[in-house]
């Protein structure tokens, strides 16, 4: 099959000007004698008008140059379609990119478009939202939420934002339920993953893979500051032992015992967030639930990767 390639280019993601991105991308798709179309990432997130372009000019490839919050409208619009999608990580985080071992430097993402392979990878959602990479609760949806305000991007305002808010935060209540198994905890935040990344190559579900049709959950408990930066390194080390899949029983009485970061995988869960933490969706802020029902969604669309 002939490929054609439609390329979305966010231009506000992350600090690099996109004017140079555009010209290597045609540059780079000129030289490879692929057909190509440009067009810019849309504020509402909504890219169902693409469904007929796509269909009528036979587009094979959608390859996004954005962050993750924009990777996951676009798959979340056109996972439905026979396309598969490829990134050009240029945004603040770049999870999924980085999970998937995509080069943040642009010559070498599209090379990955070029002459990689596709591999099927698992979304999830929440409360029906579709998700590609992480959702959050607390203490990192807080900072979201700020990062969503502020004029200048890049990783440099995500740090101050966060020592901004270690300083002020508080534990949320939540209970957990894990089909008959019900528990309830004080956290600063509770992340469910699909990929190992928060972004920027901090690995907090440091075991996590994009298809083993699982969810990564870890839940870091109520705790005296100095210990949760400890435990939160140990996490982003990998140092923190994740409960196998049969271990679901374990889960209420490590929280009795008050252990400081839980870490297991699970198919589906649902959280009744009681104390309204804030909530962000692979890095967007959204609107905070009181009830969340959370379940992967296996191998639902195609990501082009390193050979």
Not at 29 to 40: A, L, M, N, V
Not at 148 to 173: A, C, D, V
Request: contains cysteine; aromatic residues 10%.
């Amino acid at each position: 099959m002939t490929r054609k390639i439609l390329y979305i280019i966010n231009p506000i993601a992350g600090t690099r000007t996109k004017k140079n991105l555009q010209k290597i991308i045609e540059e780079r798709t000129h030289k490879q004698k692929i057909p190509f179309q440009i067009f810019p990432s849309v504020a509402s997130g909504d890219y169902s008008f693409l469904h007929p372009i796509i269909k009528e000019e036979k587009i094979t490839d959608v390859v996004i140059a954005g962050g993750d919050g924009t990777v996951s409208q676009m798959v979340r619009s056109l996972m439905n379609l026979d396309i598969n999608f490829g990134i050009i990580p240029c945004g603040s985080g770049n999870g999924l990119a980085f999970a998937a071992k995509i080069s943040k430097q642009p010559v070498k993402a599209l090379a990955i478009i070029f002459k990689g392979h596709t591999s099927l990878v698992d979304g999830f959602t929440v409360n029906d939202v579709f998700a590609c990479m992480l959702a959050g609760l607390g203490f990192d949806a807080k900072v979201a939420h700020d990062f969503t305000n502020e004029s200048k991007r890049g990783l440099m305002t995500y740090i101050k934002l966060s020592l901004k808010n270690f300083f002020s935060m508080k534990p949320h209540r939540f209970e957990i339920e894990l089909g008959k198994e019900k528990f309830e905890t004080d956290a600063y935040f509770i992340s469910v993953a699909n990929s190992n990344q928060f972004g920027n190559n901090f690995t907090i579900a440091p075991k996590a893979s994009l298809s083993d049709g699982l969810l990564d959950v870890v839940i870091v408990t109520s705790q005296n500051k100095v210990s949760f930066i400890l435990q939160v390194l140990r996490q982003l080390a990998g140092w923190n032992k994740r409960l196998r899949n049969e271990s679901f029983g374990q889960i209420a009485s490590l929280t009795e015992k008050k252990k400081a970061v839980i870490y297991f995988q699970t198919e589906k869960l649902k959280i009744i967030n009681h104390s309204l933490a804030p909530l962000h969706i692979d890095g967007d802020p959204y609107e905070t639930p009181t009830s969340l029902t959370i379940e992967v969604k296996k191998k639902c669309f195609r990501l082009i990767q390193p050979v």
